[in-house]
């Protein structure tokens, strides 16, 4: 993406009422006005899901159609991707889907405890090598960190197309005793594979269809 196109999609971020870029100051001060008070932000009380490392905002677009009885936030560092998301989200009139851009290792600054019903984490990089394991968003330190704003029954979703996460993930929660409800290595092969998993894709994954590759899910609940 070129820079002239990268300064107009922030600006036009600015303008959009489902975006929030708080800075990080604002985050680590505590001083970021939507912490614990998210029902106010979308004028209603229903359940909260997050999706980390939205990229183009995509899976939270999609799940927000599909269910109009949950608000969702998709959260990213990089404002130019979720533009899409956010633009398309305006245009469809999809008042329970917002954009938020931060770190994910701020995430318990722009949230309260139990705050959040449900988390997503959607084709992350698996960060491979063994001195990048500190950035998996699923590593024990992450883990912590949703489980400090999920309700006590809050689940995390992880879609993958990358073996290694899956490996990775499935190895650390059974090693740390975590519940897992739901694992398998070729989600489009298992017939019971849940329906929000199978019915949207991202670009990436169509992708990674075409070629054959596997995507794997796990859903589980942090202890």
């Not at 303008?15 to 932000?41: C, H, M, Y």
Request: hydrophobic share 35%; charged share 30%; net charge positive.
């Amino acid at each position: 993406m070129g820079s002239k196109n990268k300064l107009k999609r922030f600006r036009e971020n600015e303008d959009f009422s489902n975006v929030i870029q708080p800075s990080r100051e604002e985050l680590t001060a505590n001083q970021f006005k939507w912490k614990g008070r998210w029902s106010e932000f979308f004028g209603n009380n229903k359940p909260l899901i997050l999706e980390l490392g939205c990229g183009k905002g995509e899976y939270s677009v999609g799940l927000a159609r599909q269910n109009s009885e949950a608000n969702f936030i998709g959260i990213d560092i990089k404002g130019a991707r979720f533009w899409r998301g956010a633009k398309t989200a305006l245009e469809e009139n999809l008042a329970n889907v917002a954009f938020l851009r931060t770190q994910i290792e701020l995430i318990d600054h722009a949230f309260a405890e139990d705050e959040v019903e449900e988390i997503w984490i959607t084709f992350p990089d698996p960060q491979i090598k063994y001195k990048r394991t500190k950035h998996r968003l699923t590593n024990a330190y992450f883990l912590q960190k949703y489980k400090g704003i999920l309700k006590p029954e809050g689940l995390v979703n992880l879609k993958t197309d990358s073996e290694f996460m899956h490996g990775y993930t499935l190895g650390l929660l059974h090693g740390e005793g975590h519940e897992v409800l739901y694992a398998h290595h070729d989600i489009y092969k298992n017939e019971y594979s849940p329906k929000e998993v199978r019915e949207i894709q991202t670009f990436y994954e169509k992708q990674y269809l075409e070629k054959g590759k596997p995507i794997t899910y796990i859903k589980f609940r942090i202890k």
